[in-house]
């Protein structure tokens, strides 16, 4: 049974930066997965932020594209989000996720002065 594990969140000030991590369990064929970020607002509905696929191809919404830097360590399992620029509408729990059917439990990001 996959499980993916997200840490790195915080209460951060605007303009400030966050780097989140996804580790996936072991025996998951990581390397050749594609693996995304989600994010949830409070009385928002979950969306999706940004994604890395297995050839290291990655995709981000507009909203944080030139200030979130996705990345992946194979050798790690692990995925990273790195958020810099960092406003309060990025407010939100944030999830990692493979084929939108296994999840993490989420990791909080508070952007507030």
């Known amino acids: 049974q996959l499980q993916l594990v997200e840490s790195g969140g915080g209460l951060v000030q605007p303009g400030g930066s966050l780097r989140l991590s996804c580790v996936a369990s072991?025996?998951?064929?990581?390397?050749?997965?594609?693996i995304g970020w989600f994010r949830q607002a409070p009385g928002k509905a979950r969306e999706g932020i940004s994604c890395?696929?297995?050839?290291?191809?990655?995709d981000y919404i507009d909203p944080v594209k030139g200030r979130f830097t996705i990345s992946r360590d194979n050798a790690k399992h692990t995925v990273y989000l790195q958020m810099n620029n960092l406003k309060p509408e990025d407010t939100a729990v944030y999830y990692c996720?493979?084929?939108?059917?296994?999840w993490g439990q989420g990791t909080q990001v508070t952007v507030s002065s």
């Open positions: 890395i696929k297995k050839d290291g191809t990655t």
């Open positions: 072991a025996g998951f064929r990581f390397a050749d997965s594609a």
């Open positions: 996720t493979y084929a939108h059917n296994y």
